[in-house]
């Protein structure tokens, strides 16, 4: 039986999956930021989110009526829900946040256009490339050519990587506007780790080349937040992700249909 996890006075809280997917901005705001999180991981999925559900706590639920996750209360017990929400709500409590109310204005549609890329690129290639993986991997390679029956088609691919292709120019254009390494120049804030997490996994996939080589800024851009963000994603590949750096490896190792390749995550 799963049961809740207090929240502890005094402290930061994120209830989310155990997974690397939309959630996982928020753990590298907190990271990046130097602050310390208790990072309640949910498991098993989706029923690990029932102990905090309004079915179980009534008003007292910090999921705020949505009964979705991911959620953060602060030290002070106020919740936020809604990733969008959270990054701009934990990014000005925390110090990584515009100064300013136009600056602000902008960081928070950079933040919305984060939250479209995983949208329309990001979750709608997942599980194509999962299929690959998986096709190309398993019974050595014997199934790769049902890997489009099976999901890895183009009617699907083709049009996420165009909508990744389509924001692209307005991001560069953003960064260079902001006259600094990051959307709001020379100062980490909150949109900017929305943007760089949403385009490292989106990136990482097989069927995504160098989107970037026309785009200095943005090329840029990432690896200076790749540097900074290395001793987390370290971290997490050794401690949460039983050894796979990238999300597909990691969800295809743990969830592949044949038990006898199954990688089982050890949880407390």
């Known amino acids: 039986m799963v049961h809740a996890v207090a929240h502890l006075p005094g402290t930061w809280r994120l209830l989310y999956y155990d997974a690397p997917t939309r959630g996982e901005q928020i753990r590298l705001l907190f990271a990046l930021g130097g602050v310390p999180l208790q990072d309640v991981r949910l498991w098993p999925f989706p029923n ?30 106020t919740h936020c829900v809604e990733t969008s929400n959270i990054m701009h709500f934990v990014g000005h409590q925390i110090g990584m946040a515009p100064q300013t109310e136009e600056a602000d204005e902008r960081a928070v549609n950079l933040c919305l256009i984060a939250q479209e890329l995983l949208d329309e690129v990001f979750y709608p290639l997942l599980m194509p490339m999962l299929v690959r993986r998986l096709t190309r991997t398993e019974l050595l390679g014997l199934l ?20 990744l292709r389509a924001r692209l120019p307005a991001l560069e254009r953003a960064l260079e506007a902001s006259g600094g390494t990051f959307f709001s120049g020379e100062a980490l804030t909150f949109e900017s780790v929305a943007l760089f997490n949403a385009l490292r996994d989106i990136l990482a996939y097989e069927c995504v080349g160098d989107e970037l080589a026309s785009y200095p800024r943005l090329a840029a851009f990432m690896a200076a937040l790749e540097a900074r ?40």
């Open 144 to 163: 790769r050519p049902l890997s489009g029956l099976l999901g890895d088609r183009s009617a699907k691919v083709e049009p996420a990587v165009a909508a």
């Open 48 to 77: 690990g989110l029932d102990p905090y559900r309004k079915a179980a706590l009534g008003a007292d639920s910090p999921l705020l009526g949505t009964d979705k996750c991911p959620c953060v209360t602060a030290p002070d017990g």
């Open 229 to 268: 963000a290395r001793p987390y994603f370290e971290e997490r590949t050794a401690t949460h992700q039983c050894g796979y750096p990238d999300v597909v490896s990691y969800l295809a190792a743990t969830n592949t249909p044949f038990p006898w390749s199954r990688v089982a995550k050890q949880r407390d």
